[in-house]
C-alpha cells in the first residue's frame, strides 16, 4: 500500500501489482487478518486489470482512493480482527428465534460472501433488532453462477432454511453490538416455518437498526431492508424504477445474482418487494432480495437466492447438477496437487 502511495495511479504496473500475492496468501491464513486479505486481493485484481497505468486516461479515482484508506486503516494494529465482525470480543449472547428476510450474495473472482438479512426477536421478550449472518469462501474464478452455494452451504445451515422459508431457532448465538451475528451451525437449529414477506409485513417496520461501527460509517456501506408494496415497475431503457407516490426509487438490477431464480420478468411483474436500502453515485436505490407476483391470482414469492439451499425448479437444479460436476473436478485437482 506505501509503494502503491508512492507510485500513484500512474504508475502501476505489473511488477507492482504482482508483489502482494505474497502478503494476501499469508494473511489468508490467519482468520484474523482475511478481511485485509479479501480487500486486498480484489483491489489487486482491479489494479492488475488496468496496468499499466501510464496508458489510461481516466482512474476510478473515488472507488479506489476509497479501497486504498480502508485497507490502509485495517491494516493498522487495533483494527484487524480487533473491531472485526470475526472477532467475539464485545458481543453478547443471542438466545431467541431468527426471522430470515433475505440474502445477499457478492462475489469476484477469487471470494464469494453470502450475507443473511434477518429479524431477531430474543426469548427474554426484549425488542426485535435486525441483525445480520455473513458466510465467505474463497474460490476460483471459474466457479460462477449456482457454483459458489456450493461453496458457501456447507458453512452455514441458514442458508438452507432461509430459502426453504423456515426460521432458526438460536442458543447463545455471538452477536455483536453493530448487529452482526457470529455464526455457528451448533448454536442454532431449523424451527417453523416463517415467510420472508410475512416477517417483513409484521416484524420489520418494528425491528431497531443496531448502531454503526465509526470505521463502516461509509455511504456505500448503507444496506437498510425495506419492504416496499402498492408500486408500479416502470422501465426506460435499460433502467428500471418503482414507482411511489411521489417517488421514483431506481432498482439495481445488476446488483440481482446470476445464482438464483429471480429474473427480470419477476421483477417486473412484482406486486411487492424485499429489498436492501442503498446509495451509490448521490442517489438511493432498492437492491431486490424477493419479489411477490401473482400466479394463478395467488401470491408466489421468488427470491433472489432462492438457490441458496438447492434447486428444486427445473432449471436450477440442472445448473446445479453442472456446477457440482465443475467444483467436483476443481476438488479432485486440487487433491493430486495436495498430495503431490
Not at 143 to 166: C, F, I, K, Y
Not at 171 to 190: F, K, V
Not at 199 to 223: F, G
Amino acid at each position: 500500500l506505501a509503494e502503491l502511495a508512492l507510485a500513484g495511479w500512474q504508475g502501476i504496473g505489473d511488477d507492482l501489482v504482482s508483489g502482494s500475492s505474497q502478503a494476501v496468501t499469508a494473511m489468508l491464513a490467519d482468520v484474523r487478518l482475511r478481511r485485509l486479505a479479501t480487500l486486498l486481493d480484489g483491489f489487486a485484481a482491479e489494479l492488475a486489470a488496468s496496468c499499466p497505468g501510464a496508458t489510461l486516461d481516466r482512474f476510478p479515482e473515488r472507488r479506489w482512493a476509497d479501497l486504498w484508506s480502508r485497507a490502509m486503516v485495517l491494516a493498522q494494529p487495533g483494527f484487524t480482527g480487533d473491531s472485526g465482525p470475526g472477532d467475539a470480543a464485545g458481543t453478547v449472547a443471542a438466545t431467541g428465534r431468527l426471522l430470515p428476510l433475505g440474502i445477499d450474495l457478492t462475489e469476484h473472482a477469487t471470494a464469494a460472501q453470502a450475507q443473511v438479512h434477518a429479524v431477531f426477536e430474543p426469548a427474554d421478550g426484549g425488542p426485535a433488532r435486525l441483525v445480520r449472518a455473513s458466510v465467505s469462501a474463497p474460490k476460483p474464478d471459474t466457479v460462477v453462477g449456482v457454483g459458489v452455494w456450493q461453496l458457501l452451504r456447507p458453512s452455514m445451515n441458514l442458508l438452507t432454511a432461509s430459502s426453504e422459508g423456515r426460521s432458526m431457532e438460536l442458543t447463545g448465538m455471538p452477536l455483536t453490538q453493530e448487529g452482526d451475528l457470529l455464526w455457528n451451525d451448533e448454536q442454532a437449529r431449523t424451527g417453523e416455518e416463517a415467510g420472508a414477506f410475512a416477517t417483513a409485513r409484521i416484524a420489520l417496520a418494528e425491528a431497531a437498526a443496531s448502531p454503526v461501527a465509526p470505521l463502516d460509517r461509509h455511504p456505500v456501506r448503507i444496506a437498510e431492508p425495506v419492504f416496499l408494496e402498492g408500486y408500479r415497475v416502470t422501465q426506460t431503457g435499460s433502467a428500471v424504477a418503482f414507482s411511489l407516490p411521489g417517488l421514483d426509487l431506481p432498482v439495481a438490477v445488476d446488483r440481482v445474482p446470476p445464482a438464483g431464480p429471480l429474473t427480470d420478468q419477476a421483477l417486473k411483474a412484482s406486486t411487492s418487494c424485499i429489498g436492501l436500502l442503498r446509495w451509490e453515485a448521490g442517489a438511493f436505490s432498492v437492491q431486490p432480495l424477493a419479489v411477490e407476483t401473482a400466479a394463478k391470482k395467488q401470491p408466489t414469492a421468488v427470491h433472489a437466492a432462492g438457490w441458496a439451499g438447492g434447486a428444486t425448479d427445473t432449471a436450477g437444479a440442472k445448473a446445479e447438477t453442472a456446477a457440482a460436476e465443475a467444483v467436483k473436478v476443481l476438488r479432485e485437482r486440487a487433491g493430486r496437487l495436495l498430495r503431490k
